[in-house]
Every structure is written in C-alpha cells, then in structure tokens.
C-alpha cells in the first residue's frame, strides 16, 4: 500500500526567503507525482506535474525534483512571497495495472505562511 | 480548454436525508472521473472513480454511491445521510492517456 509523507507539517517564513517541502513515497512503481496547492476553503490547483521518467519540472519559482528511486520529491518555492500562503500537497499516482489504476494518494500536506 | 464544474458549493442537511452532489467536465472526451473527500484534519480520500459511462469502482465502503449517466457527468449520491458523511468533496477529472488531474472547486457538506 502506498503511504505518502510530507513534511514539515506546517512552516512559517518571512518574504523573500527561498524555502523547500518535502515528500516522501513508500512505493517506487509511480506513473507520476504532482504538486498542488490548496487555499482554505477551496479545491486543488496543480502546480506541477513530474512523470516517473523526468527528475524535474519548473514553473516561474517554483521547481519540483523528483528521485523515483530513493522515493523522494521536493517543491522548491524562489523569493516566498504572501500570496504562497496556502497547504501544498504531493500526490502520487501509482502504474498501470493493478485495481486502481490511475488513483492519486496524498500525503497530508504542508501549511505554508509567509509573513510580511 | 477543459474545465471542470462542480456543484453546489456549500450544502447544510439533516441527518437522514438525500443527497446529491453533480460534477461535469467540458472540453475533453472520456475522462475518468474520481469523487474525493477530505474530512476535517485528515488527508484526501478517494471514493470512487470511472473510466466510462456506466463503470464506476469504489475504493472504500461508505454510506454513498457514485453514478456516470453520461460521458461527462458524475454523481455522488446518498439515500440517508449520515453525520460522519460531513466533509469536502472534490470532483477530479484526468485523460486517458494518464497525465495529470484537474480538480473542481469543492462542495462543502455540513450534516446536522
């Protein structure tokens, strides 16, 4: 069974710092891996999707590298400014075959502020 | 471009009652649809997804079902609400081809 994580659970910053989130994976059989942001309240906008053959994918300041091996991501977000302050979540979607196919597992999110 | 719709936002019902939330997609062809829920503290949770009219696979057992009566439309429904039903639900759509998904914009569920 696959099990995400992400850590920290939660990380306070001051504009303009350059800061990283951390995902880890249990099971390396992924099709891909996407970042999402989550404001309160609403629904999940994609950030960045990296497929299993890639190692990174970059947008504006944001870049997410992904190790399948080792089972790691990380998104890190440039010059962090208080519109970033949202829940950044992973999600990993497993390979074909099996029962599930093309189900997303999430790890529980990191709560990102950024202070003026 | 494809964009997905997802419908009512917020919705207060009694324990006991119906329910009936709709989810369609524009733009696309034979998406597969999946139903999601996160509830108050906890991570997201798949409910159900299809990969066509009609197929409709359920990951957990719940007080709820989910129907596609057409390409792009998906439903979750209940017959007798229960309070641990309260939650977010998102809809989310993905090509075949498998790349990545596309949420909707979430129903907030209150049962009381």
């Known amino acids: 069974k696959q099990e995400v994580t992400q850590i920290p659970a939660a990380l306070s910053v001051p504009e303009g710092e350059n800061l990283v989130l951390n995902c880890s994976f249990t099971d390396s059989a992924i099709y891909n891996l996407q970042w999402f942001r989550q404001d309160p309240g609403k629904g999940l906008t994609s950030l960045l999707l990296i497929q299993s053959s890639q190692r990174e994918q970059t947008s504006g300041r944001l870049n997410a590298s992904l190790d399948k091996s080792s089972g790691r991501s990380t998104l890190y977000i440039a010059a962090s400014q208080p519109g970033d302050s949202a829940t950044y979540l992973c999600a990993v979607r497993r390979g074909a075959g099996g029962t599930s196919y093309g189900k997303l597992t999430f790890g529980q999110g990191t709560i990102l502020t950024v202070h003026p | 471009s494809q964009t997905i719709h997802q419908w009512p936002a917020t919705l207060v019902q009694p324990v006991g009652s119906p329910l009936s939330l709709e989810c369609t997609v524009e733009?696309?062809?034979?998406?597969?649809l999946y139903w999601y829920r996160q509830a108050a503290g906890r991570g997201l949770q798949l409910l159900f997804y299809s990969v066509g009219i009609g197929q409709i696979s359920s990951e957990v057992p719940q007080n709820l079902s989910a129907s596609r009566p057409q390409d792009r439309q998906f439903i979750l429904s209940s017959k007798k609400l229960l309070l641990s039903d309260s939650g977010f639900y998102l809809c989310?759509?993905?090509?075949?081809?498998?790349?990545?998904?596309?949420f909707g914009s979430g129903t907030r569920l209150t049962v009381v």
């Open positions: 733009g696309t062809s034979n998406p597969n």
């Open positions: 989310a759509w993905s090509g075949q081809g498998g790349l990545g998904y596309t």
